[in-house]
C-alpha cells in the first residue's frame, strides 16, 4: 500500500470553527488531492496540487483552502465549518496523474 | 462537466456467478478510466486503469473494457467471491487534473 496517512480521522467540530486536515505521504508523489464522498454524489474533487506550492480548484472547492509547503504534507482547511461540511474526506496520491492511491479517510462531523 | 453514472446502485449474487458492472461517462475525450474498490469504512484501491487508447485490461479475475465512443466501461468479475463484496467505482479524468467519479455499485456475493 502507498504510504499515505490522514489525521484526524475523525472529528466532532462546532459550526463557525476553523478545521485542518492533515494529509501526509511518503511516496514522493507529486500529485495531491482531496475529496469528499457523500452518499448520493460519491467522491468530488476539492483541491488539487501539482507540486509544492501549486494547488488548483476542484468541483467543489467553496468553504475550502490547501496549503503544500513541503511534497509530503497537503493540508486542507475548512475556514468556518458548517453543517453542509459534514461528510468523509479523503486524500489521494499520484505520482503521473494516472493511477490514483487513497488514504484511509477522515470523518468530519459539524455540529 | 463530465457526468459518470453507475448502473445498477446495488447488485447480490451467488457465489461462483460471472458478472458485469457498468459505468457510463457523458465526454469521450477521456484521458483515462480507474476502476477503485471500496471497502466500508475504508479507502479506496486501484483495481485497473485503462489509458483512452485501450480496449481493456486484465488482473486476475477482473477484466474492464473501455469503449470511448460510445461513453461506457465494463468491469467483468469472473468467479465470484464472498471476498469480492464491496463497492466498486469508476472514475474518469480529462485531459488536466480533474478525476470525476460514479456513485458505485454495492456488489454482495452470497456465499
Known amino acids: 500500500d502507498a504510504g499515505i496517512t490522514q489525521s484526524p480521522r475523525h472529528k466532532v467540530t462546532e459550526t463557525g470553527t476553523p478545521v485542518t486536515l492533515r494529509c501526509h505521504q511518503t511516496?514522493?508523489?507529486?500529485?495531491m488531492y482531496w475529496y469528499r464522498q457523500d452518499p448520493g454524489h460519491g467522491l468530488r474533487l476539492i483541491h488539487y496540487s501539482y507540486g509544492v506550492k501549486d494547488t488548483d480548484k476542484g468541483e467543489v472547492s467553496d468553504g475550502y483552502s490547501v496549503s503544500r509547503s513541503k511534497t509530503e504534507d497537503f493540508l486542507l482547511t475548512l475556514e468556518s465549518a458548517t453543517s453542509s461540511q459534514t461528510s468523509v474526506y479523503f486524500c489521494?496520491?499520484?505520482?503521473?496523474?494516472?493511477?490514483?492511491?487513497f488514504g484511509p479517510g477522515t470523518r468530519l462531523l459539524v455540529l | 462537466k463530465q457526468e459518470v453514472t453507475q448502473i445498477p446502485a446495488a447488485l447480490s449474487v451467488p457465489e461462483g456467478e460471472n458478472l458485469v458492472l457498468n459505468c457510463s461517462f457523458t465526454d469521450s475525450a477521456i484521458y483515462n478510466l480507474q476502476w477503485f474498490r471500496q471497502d466500508p469504512g475504508k479507502g479506496l484501491t486501484s483495481l485497473l486503469l485503462i489509458q483512452s487508447s485501450q480496449r481493456e485490461q486484465t488482473s486476475g479475475r477482473l477484466n474492464a473494457s473501455l469503449d470511448k465512443s460510445s461513453g461506457r466501461s465494463t468491469l467483468y468479475i469472473a468467479a465470484s467471491q464472498p471476498g469480492d463484496s464491496a463497492t466498486y467505482l469508476c472514475?474518469?479524468?480529462?485531459?488536466?487534473?480533474?478525476?470525476?467519479f460514479g456513485t458505485g455499485t454495492s456488489l454482495t456475493v452470497i456465499p
Open positions: 489521494a496520491i499520484s505520482h503521473d496523474m494516472e493511477t490514483q492511491y
Open positions: 472514475a474518469v479524468t480529462n485531459t488536466g487534473n480533474q478525476f470525476y
Open positions: 511516496e514522493n508523489h507529486r500529485y
